[in-house]
């Protein structure tokens, strides 16, 4: 039991577990170690793509950055709380090793305890800070438009931006449905005798790019999505012009064929944050945005923003 207790202590404390959640980790490696550099500068590039694609206004950027701060503040203090019980723990280590080099098996044992409360006293702290956060995952999301929000749900850590980005769509204006809005003004167009005639054919392409992207669709789930697809397409045909360019966006969302394995994700998504309803549990705007990096990121591009001088106007003769 006291070697259990020896390796358990001497494990813990140096995996860093007497810091608050969040504040272990990368950040706390000695900065000499190229690989720590390159993973801390992957991780900034990432959210600088995140960023990018969210097209925050100068408005947004500065609540964002006020509620980050308040989020350093509440982080300081539990560093330093998780210094005063490391550096407890580091002494009682100290001594519970010296223990053993002269005493061997009969070492008291009161001080490998000592050390196992402190570990202890770690995780209750970790836990206390774990649990402030939601709040302030709420007050982000607040911020955000009902587009940017979509855009952090799809949104995956990487190191080249993504090609969507180079869409003049951005995400602070408006959702990507132009192509589809498009393929429905065209399809709208068709003559209705063609559209008898070749029904079927009007979304040929649409199902090959999807398979060709995500794999073959049974017989059984190509006919059901051709028959759900169509409903909007029929739908689509039978508004007037108003009444389409009114309700595009809507029927644009709708027109995609449905990932079936997109869609078990988001049930085991529902099902993950109801199992842990009871605890904090922050989604992935939280896990973004509460990044100890994401205030520097937000800062520098607040200052780009301010900084930005459009070109003057030319003047026409």
Not at 108 to 132: D, T
Not at 230 to 240: C, K, N, T, Y
Not at 254 to 268: H, P
Request: hydrophobic share 35%.
């Amino acid at each position: 039991m006291k070697k259990v207790y020896l390796s358990i202590i001497i494990c813990l404390i140096t995996s860093g577990i007497f810091l608050p959640w969040g504040l272990s980790g990368a950040e706390n490696v000695v900065n000499e170690e190229p690989q720590v550099k390159v993973d801390n500068l992957r991780s900034e590039i990432s959210l600088i793509n995140l960023v990018n694609g969210l097209n925050l206004t100068e408005e947004q950027l500065n609540q964002l950055i006020s509620i980050l701060k308040e989020v350093q503040t509440l982080k300081e203090s539990y560093k330093e709380k998780g210094r005063t019980i490391a550096a407890e723990a580091v002494a009682a280590i100290s001594e519970y090793k010296q223990a053993l080099i002269e005493k061997g098996p009969d070492y008291p044992p009161k001080l490998g305890e000592k050390a196992y409360n402190l570990n202890e006293q770690g995780k209750h702290l970790r836990e206390k800070f774990e649990a402030e956060l939601p709040p302030f995952q709420e007050k982000i999301e607040a911020v955000l438009i009902e587009a940017q929000k979509e855009v952090i749900a799809t949104f995956k850590p990487c190191f080249l931006p993504p090609k969507s980005q180079r869409d003049p769509v951005r995400a602070g204006q408006a959702a990507d449905y132009e192509r589809a809005i498009n393929i429905l003004r065209k399809i709208r167009q068709i003559p209705q005798t063609v559209y008898e005639e070749k029904r079927k054919q009007t979304l040929e392409r649409q199902f090959k790019k999807f398979e060709e992207k995500h794999g073959k669709l049974t017989d059984e789930e190509k006919a059901k999505e051709e028959k759900r697809l169509f409903s909007i397409v029929d739908a689509a045909r039978a508004m007037d012009e108003d009444d389409f360019e009114l309700n595009k966006e809507d029927l644009a969302k709708e027109f995609e064929i449905k990932d079936k394995r997109e869609e078990l994700s988001k049930v085991l998504s529902i099902l993950t944050e109801y199992r842990n309803k009871n605890k904090p549990i922050l989604n992935k705007t939280g896990r973004f945005f509460l990044n100890p990096k994401m205030l520097g990121v937000l800062e520098a591009k607040l200052t780009v923003l301010k900084n930005f001088k459009p070109l003057p106007a030319k003047k026409l003769d």
